[in-house]
């Protein structure tokens, strides 16, 4: 079992009030499914694309780290949920493996095993009185909807959309009675990373499919929201979608570094919201795309379905770039970093969020993840985080900020409940407030834990 919560006098760190957060906020932790659960082969789960990747390709410089294990919250999840009645969070962001459900991604076959293991997580989630946010994907597509030997390609097939709308109904049908908030996916601009790059699966390095992958993305979204609408009676469920957005801010304040900046925003994160919101995709997407001869087959129609009303909209919020006049990064020693190699500069969360709710109609606003990778240091069983402590503490008030402001945020989820694998990454870059030991797989809630539990009880206790 965890350890108990240790008082907050165990800690430096004292504990703030964030008075202009509603009394009804809601306080939680996010998790993703390949992150965390392990067991791979367990009860009939299909393998997924990160695992091949895993097998074939891996990150050269973090040994043999891979999602076989994980965290084992798949063996151990009576005891993560222990964690979060602990910390006394009101929500738990988590995901569900598609290939857990559906081996190979398609219909009409169900794995049971597997939707079983997430609705008895779910009734014991309502049991210890946290709401559940379900996320369908988090970037974990079934090998075999994208396995170039059998042909088939992922996001950029666009019945792969077809197949995931088919697996949201599923999954509204069984949780739907249980579960409010429903996300159909994480992060768009990080998955089309794993087209364009090889830091993240499937590996493709091919710049030209970037946009073509977002659209079928965001298809796939219109068509799993119109199917789980279709799938549900219930008229509490609320549907969205996660994005992530980082500031882009000019290098110099001259027109062409501004316009650089704008570029990048534009063609990096808002073309999302504006097809989300809008049913179009910004000029300067379609110029870029015709500049260098990529594909971007919208056909008609494709845009009304995109652009269903959202419920809710989470968003993921880490860092900020600084870019010059060619729109490249600029890089400069004198600010603090993550070890990821992020910015940290809270400043720029409370200017994002206003600037959203400034240029867009935004629905209520969860944020979904936001957190650090930062040096723990651990003595005699203690794990102390100072530096996440700090960067919490700013991130929230940055929150409070923009609340103040007029932004419509009804929650926030620290980036992560657990030391969990940071993708290709490995667990050489963690950013849990519950410490994970890798030999023995025990938890131990760190110092920004307890503050986190200790803000969550000191802004009940207000309300």
Avoid at 100 to 111: D, E, F, L, M, S
């Amino acid at each position: 079992m965890p350890n108990k919560l240790r008082s907050h006098r165990s800690i430096k760190a004292s504990i703030p009030s964030f008075r202009a957060i509603p009394s009804d906020f809601l306080w939680g932790a996010s998790t993703a499914a390949y992150q965390i659960e392990g067991a791979p082969e367990a009860d009939g789960r299909g393998p997924c694309i990160w695992d091949r990747y895993f097998k074939e390709k891996g990150h050269p410089g973090f040994g043999k780290d891979n999602g076989d294990v994980a965290c084992a919250h798949y063996q151990r999840w009576h005891e993560d949920i222990e964690l979060l009645k602990q910390l006394g969070l009101d929500s738990n962001r988590f995901s569900t493996s598609w290939s857990r459900i559906r081996p190979t991604g398609r219909g009409p076959g169900v794995n049971w095993r597997g939707l079983d293991f997430y609705s008895r997580l779910v009734d014991a989630l309502l049991e210890a009185g946290i709401t559940p946010f379900i996320t369908l994907y988090h970037w974990d597509m079934p090998l075999a909807l994208q396995h170039a030997e059998v042909g088939t390609r992922g996001w950029l097939d666009r019945d792969v959309g077809d197949h995931f709308a088919d697996y949201a109904a599923l999954m509204v049908k069984h949780l739907g009675d249980r579960i409010n908030f429903w996300a159909t996916v994480n992060e768009p601009e990080v998955i089309v990373a794993g087209y364009i790059c090889d830091g993240l699966a499937p590996a493709y390095c091919q710049p030209s499919l970037g946009y073509q992958a977002g659209h079928n993305l965001l298809l796939a979204h219109g068509k799993a929201l119109q199917a789980m609408r279709a799938a549900t009676a219930n008229r509490a469920n609320q549907f969205g979608i996660v994005l992530n957005f980082n500031e882009i801010a000019p290098h110099r304040q001259t027109d062409m570094c501004r316009a650089a900046a704008t570029r990048r925003w534009e063609t990096a994160y808002a073309w999302y919201l504006d097809g989300l919101l809008r049913a179009f995709y910004p000029q300067s997407v379609l110029d870029r795309c015709a500049a260098n001869g990529w594909d971007l087959n919208v056909q008609a129609g494709d845009m009304a379905i995109i652009a269903q009303a959202l419920d809710w909209l989470g968003i993921n919020w880490y860092t900020r770039f600084v870019v010059n006049e060619q729109g490249n990064d600029v890089s400069s020693d004198d600010v603090p970093r993550t070890l990821m190699g992020w910015e940290i500069d809270a400043p720029a969360f409370a200017r994002t969020l206003i600037k959203l709710n400034g240029e867009y109609r935004l629905p209520p606003v969860y944020i979904t993840e936001n957190g650090a990778a930062l040096k723990d240091r651990s003595r005699r069983g203690i794990v102390h985080d100072d530096h996440r402590i700090d960067y919490l503490h700013q991130h929230i008030r940055a929150l409070e900020q923009a609340i103040v402001a007029g932004v419509d945020v009804r929650g926030y989820s620290v980036w992560s409940l657990l030391d969990n694998l940071e993708w290709s990454l490995g667990f050489s870059r963690t950013f849990g407030i519950v410490h994970v030991n890798r030999t023995n797989l025990n938890r131990t809630i760190k110092d920004s834990g307890i503050w986190y539990a200790n803000v969550i009880a000191k802004h009940k206790h207000r309300a």
